[in-house]
């Protein structure tokens, strides 16, 4: 049941969030053990960037990826390949989740890497 709400809340923000061109959408995933990001372009469908803790880079780095420090890092790398590809602003869309805890620690780190939203 608690998957279900989730879903329904997602699928409410994702009607009134969506990514353009010149403002992609932000998109997150968390289990358990890893979180994932994708950067999303809705109006031609088609994912611009996409990082998550199970990437090399962020094996590299020899954080854990199930805590806030892992989210952070994951925050901070979606940023620095955002902003790589000339992307600055986007639409943070949280997938339902509660803006606490790892998810919260995302987004600041993906502000500090250079991201707008």
């Known amino acids: 049941m608690k998957k279900i709400g989730r879903i329904r809340r997602h699928k409410r923000i994702t009607k009134k969030v969506k ?40 094996q590299s780095k020899k954080i854990k990826a199930s805590d806030k420090d892992g989210a952070k890092a994951v925050g901070k790398m979606v940023a620095e390949k955002a902003v790589g590809l000339g992307v600055k602003q986007v639409s943070f869309d949280r997938a339902g989740y509660k803006y606490h805890g790892r998810v919260k620690a995302f987004s600041d780190g993906a502000r500090e890497g250079g991201l707008k939203f």
């Open 19 to 58: 990514g353009t061109s010149q403002r992609p959408r932000l998109v997150i995933f968390r289990s358990k053990k890893h979180f994932y990001s994708q950067i999303v372009n809705d109006a031609e469908c088609r994912v611009i960037a996409g990082v998550s803790s199970l990437t090399k880079d962020f």
